[in-house]
DNA sequence: GTCTATAAGCCGATAGAC
DNA sequence: GTCTATCGGCTTATAGAC
């Protein structure tokens, strides 16, 4: 029935989520995903016309998610724009802070399908960016800041670059300061 | 002779250097390599103890020639310290411009070795990013900037953040934007 | 829709010759 | 220091049964 199917399904793509988010796509077999679902990969293969299918329903189930905690943060926050983006840079200190945190999900696939533009993948993950981006712009135009397309591009690459960072370093202190000069720079833009 | 090893060993490197960066580290075999590099992989084996060496050895080889390319862009404008900031982000710009740029081979390469924190990869790309980050450091300090190590980190922030964004969007505006908020925050940093 | 079994090939790494 | 040959295991994906 209908039922099953659909839960076989999200009980893939919550295996490959964990696999992949640990390991990498390309250190991940399907095997693997096959085996922490519980099914076998006859069954995967019903599902999924193949591991690349996988790979782009993974990171597509991951936009909403992702993108949901960063507008909680934000709204959950009183007070000016200003504070609303330390709060912003806060969520995500504390989700970085994890020992299970290994960077951005989105970067590093984008990593590894680098050689594959068109891959449906590169895609999701270049949407996801994009909303993220979009959305700060948004809230910039919402909260009186002028040229807050490019403000919100300012933002978003200070995020991006503390999150590539911290994977390699393994220092928060870089979401902190990638924190405070985003705060620098969207009071700058109020002002004028 | 030892010439001729010498030149074998840089051989295979080279050979891996073009290989990893255009399709990553997992998606190229040994065989690849080897074949590349116009060796048999008994030869590939007799200079690197296993593939896990060769991926150090690579990304260790590429710390100097990058370091070196932001040294001489920023060393070869002449003026104050944000005309030269701009000619490095400049000089990103152009190097991220042509077709088989691929994002940041250390970024790509953490990103693949992201569950191995102790692989001396690992340890060679967050080397040559604090190398980067300690070089605008100085920079800064020298040019009267007197919180340069709080400066030169979200000058470096900005400057990853575009590298990895570009990999995902291959829209090289974002090198732009960086480059403008990073002039912003350096000239605001000098006034201080 | 899920099972067992297996294809066909590529993976990193090694053996022995010279 | 470089060659040919090959190991054992893992890879994605498929075949046929129920």
């Known amino acids: 029935m209908k039922q099953a199917k659909t839960n076989t399904k999200e009980r893939i ?3 490959a989520n964990k696999l992949f988010y640990l390991a990498g796509i390309r250190a991940t077999s399907v095997d693997a995903i096959a085996e922490k679902a519980g099914v076998t990969k006859r069954t995967f293969y019903y ?4 591991k690349d299918d996988l790979i782009a329903e993974y990171l597509s189930a991951r936009d909403q998610i992702n993108l949901k905690a960063f507008k909680a943060s934000f709204d959950e926050q009183k007070g000016d ?5 330390r709060a912003v840079f806060k969520s995500v200190l504390k989700a970085t802070s994890h020992t299970k945190w290994r960077g951005c999900g989105f970067q590093r696939t984008a990593g590894e399908l680098a050689n ?6 590169m895609k999701a993950a270049s949407s ?7 959305w700060l ?6 909260h009186g800041i002028t040229n807050a397309a490019a403000t919100a591009r300012q933002v978003f690459l200070l995020l991006e670059g503390a999150l590539s960072t911290m994977l390699i370093h393994h220092d928060t202190a870089y979401i902190e300061e990638a924190g405070h000069a985003a705060v620098l720079l969207v009071t700058n833009a109020v002002q004028h």
């Open 47 to 50: 599902h999924f016309q193949s």
């Open 137 to 142: 712009a948004k809230e910039f135009n919402q």
């Open 81 to 85: 724009i200003a504070k609303k983006i």
């Open 13 to 15: 793509i919550d295996a």
């Open 128 to 134: 996801h960016k994009k909303n993220v981006e979009a």
């Open 116 to 121: 594959k533009p068109g891959h449906p993948a």
